[in-house]
């Protein structure tokens, strides 16, 4: 059954109450028209609760938008939504990225995340060519898709909202690495579900590095506002050697500051019985106490490493919840390690993601308790680095 304004209805209740699903819920295919975004074809996802959202096709299938009931929870940039055809991935020394940054999704890889690396090439044995130099967060999120389909399907008296496409990071004498990409939504719910495949579609031995930067923004970040997350202990934070200079831990959020410097954490996480691991926003105060959240919910199979990205800056006030595959020092490390994933011809990893909305004082009590069952966080504000580099099995 799906439930639509406090009540159950049937397939047959919906169909008699209007003359196409549209009314209350569906996927549409739309093209922004102007400025930095025109010419981006986008997907628009309505589930009927008030909870909506956007897909970029020709931004790797990101999610940009999304609100519920209004309220705003994916974050917008300044930069906007921008055409990949302006984008200059190797400009401003590697940073040019952040040209492109904006959304409530930007995935990075898929053979690079992190910061700026040259990495020797010879694994694609092409004498001209001596390394792959790799700007940050790597290529995908500004690579155009090939929208495969789109729309509504039933099962029975229950209705999902999808679409899927194709994403090719290619190149001659290089990597050829297919991202293939589902997104699920269930009318009448306020959730839902990614599905991605990286598949090595080339014949060189390929690295692969997979990680989602999640960009909440106000209202559900606001002053007071908490993460949420099975933190069994802060691994390391970028700011570590002047921690309390700018008055801002990891755990409870401030309004908007001023000259504020990101701060990022990697905090190693703690699973349910399933592997799942949930983080979440919540902002308890939100609508005189009504109280609003969003989730993130990972397999620790899948995403090993967790950061915590804090964006505080007037104007550009985001908190980012990042799962990834790798410790936060890149290829690097991971090479130094032995951390490094490596497919062939045909090998593929898979990651199913779940992207919920927390709605009101009793959702977010829940949320509260479920990951407190799991582990503990630190009520310290500023717990201590351990410099413990958790070994990632591969």
């Given at each position: 059954m799906v439930e639509l304004y406090g009540r159950e209805m049937s397939r047959r209740d919906v169909a008699r109450h209007a003359g196409m699903l549209s009314q209350f819920a569906g996927v549409r295919l739309v093209t922004l028209g102007d400025g930095?975004?025109?010419?981006?074809?986008?997907?628009?996802?309505?589930?009927?609760?008030?909870?909506?959202?956007?897909?970029?096709?020709?931004?790797?299938?990101?999610?940009?938008?999304?609100?519920?009931?209004?309220a705003a929870i994916g974050w917008h940039s300044p930069a906007g939504f921008r055409n990949p055809a302006l984008h200059e991935y190797e400009g401003e020394g590697g940073l040019a990225w952040l040209r492109s940054f904006?959304?409530?999704?930007?995935?990075?890889?898929?053979?690079?995340?992190?910061?700026?690396?040259?990495?020797?090439?010879?694994?694609?044995?092409?004498?001209?060519?001596?390394?792959?130099?790799?700007?940050i967060h790597g290529r995908i999120g500004t690579i155009p898709g090939r929208l495969t389909g789109y729309g509504e399907r039933w099962e029975g008296d229950e209705c999902t909202l999808w679409c899927e496409g194709v994403v090719q990071q290619s190149a001659v004498f290089?990597?050829?690495?297919?991202?293939?990409?589902?997104?699920?939504?269930?009318?009448?719910?306020?959730?839902?579900v990614l599905t991605?495949?990286?598949?090595?579609?080339?014949?060189?031995?390929?690295?692969?590095?997979?990680?989602?930067?999640i960009n909440l923004g106000h209202p559900v970040l606001g002053e007071g506002s908490r993460y949420v997350a099975p933190v069994r202990q802060t691994v390391w934070a970028a700011h570590a050697d002047d921690y309390r200079r700018q008055g801002v831990g990891y755990r409870t959020l401030p309004g908007p500051q001023s000259n504020f410097h990101e701060q990022v954490w990697q905090h190693e996480m703690g699973a349910d019985a399933d592997g799942k691991v949930p983080v979440a926003v919540v902002n308890e105060g939100f609508d005189g106490g009504r109280g609003i959240?969003?989730?993130?919910?990972?397999?620790?199979?899948?995403?090993?490493?967790?950061?915590?990205?804090?964006?505080?800056?007037?104007?550009?006030?985001?908190?980012?919840i990042e799962p990834s595959t790798n410790h936060v020092f890149g290829k690097p490390f991971a090479r130094e390690r032995g951390e490094l994933i490596w497919l062939e011809h045909g090998?593929?990893?898979?990651?199913?993601?779940?992207?919920?909305?927390?709605?009101?004082a009793a959702e977010i009590a829940a949320a509260q308790a479920r990951i407190a069952a799991i582990a503990a966080q630190p009520a310290d504000d500023y717990p201590a680095p351990t410099d413990e580099w958790k070994a990632i099995a591969r």
């Open positions: 930095v975004e025109r010419g981006i074809r986008m997907l628009e996802f309505r589930t009927g609760t008030g909870f909506r959202f956007t897909v970029l096709i020709d931004r790797a299938l990101d999610v940009a938008d999304c609100e519920y009931r209004g904006s959304g409530l999704m930007v995935t990075c890889g898929l053979d690079h995340i992190l910061f700026m690396d040259a990495d020797p090439a010879d694994h694609y044995h092409y004498v001209h060519r001596k390394t792959v130099d790799s700007s290089g990597e050829d690495l297919h991202l293939i990409r589902r997104i699920e939504a269930k009318v009448g719910s306020n959730e839902f991605d495949r990286v598949v090595n579609h080339g014949f060189y031995r390929t690295p692969h590095m997979y990680l989602y930067h959240g969003f989730m993130v919910e990972t397999n620790a199979s899948e995403f090993p490493c967790q950061y915590e990205w804090q964006n505080l800056q007037e104007g550009q006030y985001a908190i980012g090998d593929e990893r898979r990651y199913e993601t779940r992207f919920a909305v927390i709605d009101g």
